[in-house]
Structures are given as C-alpha cells and as structure tokens.
T-cell receptor, first 113, second 112 residues
C-alpha cells in the first residue's frame, strides 16, 4: 500500500507571496491532518479534514487555510508569507482522525526569504 | 504550564541499557496517549499508544500511564544505536479545538 505523499518536497518563497502544499493520503484514509514543525515550537496542529469537512483548526492565523477533495487529497494554502512561516509542513492520514494511528508524509520544507 | 512537557535531552544511554523517556500533560481529561519516533530528517512514526492506566508492552518497548499523576513514559529495553532518534509524546485532548497535542520531544542517543 502506498504511503502518504506530499508535494513539493522543498519550496523557497519570498515574504508576501502565497504557497499551496499538497497531500495525498493512504488509500482508504478519509482523515488528513496538517502540522507545522519548527525547532522552537515543535509539532503544532494546523487543521484536520474528514470527508471534505474541516473538523478542527489549531491556533494559527487565517492566512493558513486548507481544503480536502472528494478523493481525500488535501491542500493547504498560506497567504502573505512571513519569515516565521519557514518550517517543515507535515500531513498525516488516518482512517478516522487524529485519535487513530496516523501515518505521516515526508513533509514539505518551506523556506521564506 | 505547557500542555505536554518532555525533557528535551539529549538523553544518552549505553547500548544494551534501558532508556526511560518521560512526559507529563496538563489536561486531566485526556484519554489517549501516543509515542512517536522521529529520526533526523524524517517524519514521525507511531511506535506505541496507550489508553488505560498501567503498562503496555510491545517487543522492546513498554508504555506506562498514570492518569492520577498525569504522567506517561516510554521504556526501551536493550537499547540499540538504531533507537537514536527524537521521541515525541502526543496526547488527545478532552476539550479545545486541537485534538492532538505533541510535546517537543526528547532526543535519545544510544552509544555503542
């Protein structure tokens, strides 16, 4: 069974730009969660989607948004990028939600200059 | 108080020893607890979960939960150099909009 895939793997942007990251979950998984990982803050929850509906959202500004498609693939968007948005963005898929076993993708390393 | 706290380490243990990783959490209503392992440059992978007070064993790994003390630990027996990684404790919250909260992780180094 193929694992969670994320594209792109690396991204360099400048302040003020916007970015879209993509996540394809494991086949059959309907829950996709997004996390931001930085050395200072660790792994922080961004949001979770299940069957195209956002069920939970973490404490991030409205510049961070996401969506999920009918095939469970998910995208997250960050608008008006700031230097502090530089991080590893991880998505994780599971059958039912974060309370279930989550499988993480390899992540997208975003650098904002 | 942080929601999930872990000693950042590094925790250094000799090969073959028992490594003990600890985690405390603040939400008394938390029900589910997870240990993830993250190798440098890689994404986290789940190694253990525990829901009930007491011990849960899986191979060389034992998770221990004490809800009264709001404490969860992970023991790694016969530690191997391949166990060198950052171990993340994660807790399912009983309330709030963040369902799963991670600690910042403990870096374990097993010395051959």
């Amino acid at each position: 069974k193929a694992g969670v895939t994320q594209t792109p793997r690396y991204l360099i942007k400048t302040r003020g730009q916007q970015v879209t990251l993509s996540c394809s979950p494991i086949s059959g998984h309907r829950s996709v969660s997004w996390y931001q990982q930085t050395p200072g803050q660790g792994l922080q929850f961004l949001f979770e989607y299940f069957s195209e509906t956002q069920r939970n959202k973490g404490n991030f500004p409205g510049r961070f948004s996401g969506r999920q498609f009918s095939n469970s693939r998910s995208e997250m968007n960050v608008s008006t990028l700031e230097l502090g948005d530089s991080a590893l963005y991880l998505c994780a898929s599971s059958l039912t939600g974060p309370e279930d076993t989550q499988y993480f993708g390899p992540g997208t390393r975003l650098t904002v200059l | 108080q942080k929601e999930v706290e872990q000693n950042s380490g590094p925790l250094s243990v000799p090969e073959g020893a028992i490594a003990s990783l600890n985690c405390t959490y603040s939400d008394r209503g938390s029900q589910s607890f997870f240990w993830y392992r993250q190798y440098s440059g890689k994404s986290p992978e789940l190694i253990m979960f525990i829901y009930s007070n007491g011990d849960k064993e899986d191979g060389r790994f034992t998770a221990q939960l004490n809800k009264a003390s709001q404490y969860v630990s992970l023991l790694i027996r016969d530690s191997q150099p391949s166990d060198s990684a950052t171990y993340l404790c994660a807790v399912i919250r009983n309330s709030g909009n963040t369902p799963l909260v991670f600690g910042k992780g403990t870096r374990l180094s097993v010395i051959a």
